[in-house]
């Protein structure tokens, strides 16, 4: 009887675990490239093999000049006040402490259009700058009455623009339960870790 309540409460806590949080990367391997922008006019961007961390493709983006280009690169829906949203990128550039640079940023939006903007959270990454690549990391905290958050990608570049930086391997950790867009399309609730397969570990 003790070794099966043992049991009970390490499949509870493993349960538990896996229902708070799941990870997903996008690396730009399936032709995707943004899922919208903001000042589409002063950027450039593709997807090209240029600069990689895995597999054969990554996002490069310029500055053009003008207001800062906002590349949105994930969408999270679904989400209540308390969740918690972390991001991770790898970000390329040749320019230690100078421009051009990467950093990760985001705004709320409603659960409807990635292009419905709602408000900023006013915080995000660090820059890149570092020569050839760094990680970059961003946090977010939902607050009341958000259901929304798109994650920006935005280039810098000083005079003159034009100068391009990669972005690749870009993972998101949001609560189960949360829906997840990527450039490439959305991402399908993972089943691999149900009740059934946890309790087949200790079979």
């Keep these: ?58 996002l490069a983006a ?31 550039d040749d320019s230690p402490s100078a421009n051009p640079a990467f950093r990760l940023w985001g705004h709320w939006t409603d659960d409807v259009d990635v292009a419905n903007y709602v408000s900023s959270p006013g915080i995000g990454s660090d820059y890149s700058g570092a020569t050839e690549w760094t990680e970059l990391t961003a946090e977010w905290i939902i607050p009341a009455g958000i259901v929304a958050l798109c994650v920006e990608a935005r280039p810098y570049d000083s005079s003159p623009y034009g100068g391009y930086n990669w972005m690749d391997n870009l993972c998101v950790t949001m609560p189960e339960g949360a829906n997840l867009h990527f450039p490439g399309g959305v991402v399908p609730t993972d089943d691999d870790a149900t009740w059934s397969s946890i309790k087949a570990m200790f079979q």
Excluded: R
């Design 1 to 58: 009887m003790k070794t099966l309540l043992t049991l009970i409460f390490v499949l509870a806590l493993a349960g538990g675990a896996y229902a708070q949080t799941e990870t997903h990367c996008y690396g730009w391997e399936n032709g995707g490239d943004v899922l919208g922008c903001y000042n589409c006019d002063n950027a450039a961007y593709e997807v090209n093999g240029v600069h990689v961390t895995e597999g054969s493709s990554a």
């Design 62 to 92: 310029a500055d053009l000049g003008g207001s800062t280009p906002q590349l949105y690169v994930a969408w999270i829906t679904g989400l209540n006040e308390g969740d918690v949203i972390t991001v991770t990128a790898d970000a390329w």
